[in-house]
C-alpha cells in the first residue's frame, strides 16, 4: 500500500507563506506524478499543481501561478508546495496525491482520475 504524509499547514496571517510537504512511502511507481489538491468549505475539490518526478514539468492553476512553486526530492520521495503572498480565500484542506503503477508520467496531469493514492489532507487557514 501507498501512504502519503503531509505536512506544514496551519494558521497564517494574509500575506504570509507555509511550505507543504508530502513524503510518500510503499510501492510507488518509479516515474509518477505528483499533486496537490484543495478543498474549501462548501466547494468541491480542485486543482493546485503538479509535478512529474522523472523529468521535474510542473503544471500550476491559475490562481496558484505567480504565487506557489512545487519542487521534488526523488531521493526522498517527497514533494513540496511553497505557498507566498497567501489570501483568506487559499483557506481550505490541501491533499496530495500520487498516480499509481503501470504507466509512466512525463506530464503532470491535473485531472483528480489519474491519481490513485491520496493523503489525509493538512488544513490551511489564512485569516485576514
Known amino acids: 500500500q501507498v501512504q502519503l504524509v503531509e505536512s506544514g499547514g496551519g494558521l497564517v496571517q494574509a500575506g504570509g507563506s507555509l511550505r507543504l510537504s508530502c513524503a510518500a512511502s510503499g510501492r510507488t511507481s518509479s516515474r509518477p506524478a505528483m499533486g496537490w489538491f484543495r478543498q474549501a468549505p462548501g466547494k468541491a475539490r480542485e486543482f493546485v499543481a503538479a509535478?512529474?518526478?522523472?523529468?521535474?514539468?510542473?503544471n500550476y492553476a491559475d490562481s496558484a501561478k505567480g504565487r506557489c512553486t512545487i519542487s521534488r526530492d526523488n531521493a526522498k520521495n517527497t514533494v513540496y508546495l511553497q505557498m507566498n503572498s497567501l489570501k483568506p480565500e487559499d483557506t481550505a484542506v490541501y491533499s496530495c496525491a500520487i498516480t499509481g503503477s503501470g504507466r509512466d508520467y512525463y506530464s503532470p496531469s491535473s485531472i483528480p482520475a489519474d491519481y490513485n493514492y491520496w493523503g489525509q489532507g493538512t488544513q490551511v487557514t489564512v485569516s485576514s
Open positions: 509535478i512529474t518526478w522523472s523529468n521535474a514539468n510542473t
